[in-house]
C-alpha cells in the first residue's frame, strides 16, 4: 500500500475542508450529527420549512378568542364537550347519551381547534429554527407560546376542569384531560428553545406547566385521568413526562418510568403484543395505533442509558418490541387486519406513525423506518389529526 506525505495529507485535508465550507450551513450542520437525525432532517426538510414560512404570517389563537354558554368556566378556561355524547332522542332536553366512536359535529370544538393549532405551529416553527438558526423562527414560536402561557389577556388558565364536558352530566371530566395530549409536543419544542436560549419569557412558561402539572396530579380530575386504564392512562404518563421534562421535574420523570413498567405494559400490552382494551372499541384499528405511537413516545421521552424502556419486559414477554411486532403488519397492510373495522374513518389510517420511526430505530428494525416513509406525515381531516399528536419527530431525535 503506497504511503501518503505529510503533503499530500495536508493538500487532501485543505481541500475537505474547503468542500465542507463550500457546502450550505445546514449540510455542514447535519455532517456532525447523528444518522438517524440527519435522515429525518433531510427527509422533512422541506415539509418543515414551508408549514414553517406558511406559519410565520399566523397571530396566536388562545382560548380567549371564543367562548361557549354552555362553560362552567371563566373566558380563560378550557372548555370542550365529550366527543361521543349526543342528546337522547327519548328525551331531547334531558342528560346527553353516549355512541362509542361517534363523534358529534355540534359539540362546541373551538378550544380544541386552537390548542390542535398550537400544536402543529409551535413545533414546526421550532424544527425549522432547528434545522436553519434563523431566529424569526424562534421569536415566532415564543410569540405563540407567551400568548398561550403568559399575557394576562390571553393566557390560559393552568387546568382542565371544564374539559370534555357532557351535558346534564358533568361540567367537566379527568376524560377531558386527553385535550392537552396535543401540548406534549410544543412542550418539547419550548424545551429546545429554552435549552438554547432561544425562548423569550421561558421562566414563565415554564411556571405554567409546572403548575398545570400540579393541578395534573393533585385534582380529582387529575388523578381519575391518571387511574384509566385505556390510551387515557398512557397519554396522561406521556404528559407528564414531557412537562416535567420541560420542568426540570425529575422526581416526575422517575414516577413515569416505573408507571410504564409497572402499569401501562403489564396491564394494557396483551403477551402477544396486542391492546385489548382498544380492541374492544368501536374504532379498534385507530385507537391501537394511537396507543401504540403514546406508548413508543414514552420510550422515546424516558429511556435512558441505564434504564432503556424500549427494552422493559414483564415476565412473561410483554413489552414495545412484541407490541410493534404486532402492529406492523396490519400498518402495512391494512387489509390483513383481522378485527372489526372502525365506524369512522376506517379509510384515513395509518400516517406516518411516529412509532414506526423511534421503534425502527431502537431495534435496528430498517423495515419499520422504511413503511415510516411511504406514509401521509400531514393528514388533513381533523379527526386523524386529533389522535396524530407528534408530528416533528425531528424534535425528539439526539442531534449530537
Request: proline share 7%; with cysteine; charged share 20%.
Amino acid at each position: 500500500m503506497a504511503k501518503t506525505t505529510r503533503r499530500e495529507f495536508l493538500a487532501s485535508a485543505s481541500a475537505a475542508a474547503s468542500l465542507l465550507c463550500a457546502r450550505p450551513i445546514w449540510a455542514r450542520q447535519l455532517a456532525a450529527t447523528n444518522p438517524n437525525y440527519e435522515m429525518v432532517a433531510t427527509l422533512d426538510r422541506h415539509r418543515i420549512l414551508a408549514a414553517a414560512d406558511r406559519y410565520l404570517s399566523e397571530k396566536p389563537i388562545t382560548v380567549m378568542a371564543s367562548h361557549s354558554a354552555l362553560s362552567s368556566g371563566g373566558p380563560h378556561d378550557y372548555f370542550s364537550q365529550g366527543d361521543y355524547w349526543w342528546p337522547d332522542p327519548a328525551h331531547p332536553n334531558g342528560p346527553y347519551i353516549r355512541r362509542d366512536g361517534m363523534s358529534n359535529p355540534a359539540n362546541f370544538n373551538a378550544h380544541r381547534e386552537a390548542l390542535i393549532r398550537l400544536s402543529l405551529i409551535v413545533p414546526a416553527l421550532t424544527a425549522a429554527w432547528a434545522l436553519t438558526q434563523q431566529k424569526k423562527y424562534a421569536d415566532h414560536a415564543s410569540l405563540h407560546l407567551r400568548a398561550w402561557f403568559v399575557d394576562p389577556a390571553t393566557r390560559m388558565n393552568p387546568n382542565l376542569e371544564y374539559a370534555q364536558a357532557i351535558i346534564g352530566v358533568s361540567k367537566g371530566r379527568g376524560t377531558g384531560i386527553i385535550d392537552t395530549l396535543h401540548l406534549v409536543e410544543p412542550a418539547r419544542a419550548a424545551t429546545l428553545l429554552a435549552n438554547a436560549g432561544a425562548l423569550e419569557d421561558a421562566t414563565a412558561i415554564k411556571a405554567w406547566f409546572a403548575d398545570y402539572l400540579e393541578w395534573m396530579r393533585t385534582s380529582k380530575n387529575g388523578q381519575d385521568e391518571r387511574d384509566a386504564k385505556n390510551n387515557h392512562g398512557t397519554c396522561w404518563v406521556l404528559q407528564a413526562a414531557e412537562f416535567a421534562r420541560f420542568t426540570s421535574n425529575e422526581e416526575v420523570r422517575t414516577w413515569c418510568r416505573d408507571r410504564f413498567r409497572t402499569v401501562l405494559v403489564p396491564k394494557q400490552i396483551a403477551p402477544d403484543g396486542s391492546l385489548p382494551l382498544e380492541l374492544a372499541r368501536t374504532k379498534p384499528f385507530s385507537y391501537s395505533l394511537f396507543d401504540t405511537d403514546v406508548l413508543a413516545d414514552l420510550c422515546q421521552s424516558l429511556s435512558t442509558a441505564s434504564e432503556n424502556l424500549w427494552h422493559f419486559t414483564t415476565p412473561d414477554g410483554r413489552g414495545m418490541e412484541k407490541l410493534m411486532a404486532f402492529m406492523y403488519p396490519y400498518i402495512k397492510d391494512k387489509s390483513s387486519w383481522p378485527y372489526r373495522h372502525d365506524v369512522e374513518h376506517w379509510n384515513d389510517f395509518p400516517v406516518r406513525q411516529p412509532s414506526l420511526l423511534f421503534a425502527g430505530i431502537a431495534y435496528g428494525q430498517h423495515e419499520y423506518i422504511a413503511l415510516w416513509k411511504t406514509l401521509n406525515p400531514d393528514p388533513t381531516v381533523p379527526e386523524v389529526i386529533r389522535n396524530y399528536p407528534v408530528r416533528q419527530p425531528l424534535l425528539w431525535l439526539p442531534r449530537a
